[in-house]
Antibody, heavy 121, light 110 residues
Framework: EVQLVESGGGLVQPGGSLRLSCAAS????????MSWVRQAPGKGLEWVAN????????YYVDSVKGRFTISRDNAKNSLYLQMNSLRAEDTAVYYC??????????????WGQGTMVTVSS | SSELTQDPAVSVALGQTVRITCQGD??????ASWYQQKPGQAPVLVIY???NRPSGIPDRFSGSSSGNTASLTITGAQAEDEADYYC?????????????FGTGTKVTVL
């Protein structure tokens, strides 16, 4: 079964750090771009970051540039999001998602169940 | 960065047809993909590319595009189609490897 499972969420104080993980199974992880997408409580979806198959290219939404770092370990079939200098507005459910291949405009065809990050004192 | 705008909410009678629209400059260059999200659940891809449905998505879901507007049509809406729907595409305003999501549309089936 194709599956993505996130972990690492929790409660953290403003200015703190957290590292999210996403374990992939059921497909050749190293063949896909991967993304993180978040959703603040009661709000819409927001794309956060993505990373190329070999990790050589990484891109971020402006609001997290310089604070978040996306990475991957293809040997462990895992995706990560290191989040530093966290702010209240980073509070959200964080999903990892697989980017479909050969789709003009892109698409996220597999999603994890999400992990909740709460930034509060 | 680009923006994708959707109507906040639409309603449809059971068995009738509803169209959800998504507007944005990036849609002049890229197809939109569409996601269904039910409360407490992760989004699910329902339409991608020109008009493609992943395996398991009913054929009552279809997509189309014209100019800067993409549309998701549900023909013969069912009670289980009540959900939030989001469009998504690559960002054409700068780096084409990043993405933008629409503002979301809540669909109510009456």
């Amino acid at each position: 079964e194709v599956q993505l499972v996130e972990s690492g969420g929790g409660l953290v104080q403003p200015g703190g750090s957290l590292r999210l993980s996403c374990a992939a199974s059921g497909f050749t992880f190293s063949s896909y771009w991967m993304s993180w997408v978040r959703q603040a409580p009661g709000k819409g979806l927001e794309w956060v970051a993505n990373i190329k198959q070999d990790g050589s290219e990484k891109y971020y939404v402006d609001s997290v540039k310089g604070r978040f770092t996306i990475s991957r370990d293809n040997a462990k079939n895992s995706l990560y999001l290191q989040m530093n200098s966290l702010r209240a507005e980073d509070t959200a459910v964080y999903y990892c998602a697989r980017e479909a291949t050969m789709v003009r405009g892109g698409a996220f065809d597999i999603w994890g169940q999400g992990t909740m990050v709460t930034v509060s004192s | 960065s680009s923006e994708l705008t959707q109507d906040p909410a639409v309603s449809v009678a059971l068995g009738q047809t509803v169209r959800i629209t998504c507007q944005g400059d990036s849609l002049r260059s890229y197809y939109a993909s569409w996601y269904q999200q039910k409360p407490g659940q992760a989004p699910v891809l329902v339409i991608y590319g020109k008009n493609n449905r992943p395996s398991g998505i009913p054929d009552r879901f279809s997509g189309s595009s014209s100019g800067n507007t993409a549309s998701l049509t549900i023909t013969g809406a069912q009670a289980e189609d009540e959900a939030d729907y989001y469009c998504n595409s690559r960002d054409s305003s700068g780096n084409h490897l990043v993405y933008v999501f629409g503002t979301g549309t809540k669909v109510t089936v009456l």
